[in-house]
């Protein structure tokens, strides 16, 4: 049996809210991510912050639902930003050109910093 994703999320601020990814990211994730999108602030945010601090695994499938989850950010004007990427997924990021499309940081304050600043 597949590890259960958590998706827990909470507000940074009343523009921005921050989705913890924990466990897999998997196209079998598309509604919790979408769920959890949703209760993060949805459509009314000008940023999402996506913490991956506690990513077990994430594989195609994963890299389609980011795509996904961009698309619906920006035709809401919405920035997407992440943070606690490992080293392995960086280059991921570089090699599919997201970190072209979604801000790349190193820490939450960072990822909040620049979802402020906006």
């Keep these: 049996m ?5 998706m827990e999320t909470r507000s940074l601020d009343e523009a921005t809210g921050i989705i913890d990814i924990t466990s897999d990211l998997t196209s079998a994730r598309e509604q919790s991510l ?3 999108y949703a209760r993060a602030g949805g459509e ?4 999402i912050v996506l913490n991956f601090g506690g990513l077990q695994y994430m594989n195609s499938g994963g890299i389609g639902l980011l ?15 992440v943070y606690g990427l490992s ?11 997201l970190d072209d499309a979604i801000g790349i ?14």
């Design 44 to 47: 009314r945010l000008r940023s």
């Design 34 to 36: 979408m769920e959890a």
């Design 87 to 97: 080293e392995h997924y960086r280059e991921i990021f570089d090699l599919t050109r």
């Design 2 to 6: 597949a590890p259960v994703t958590s």
């Design 105 to 118: 940081y190193n820490n939450e304050t960072d990822a909040a910093a620049a979802a402020r600043a906006g």
């Design 67 to 81: 795509v996904t989850l961009l698309v619906r950010a920006h035709r809401h004007k919405q920035r997407l930003l």
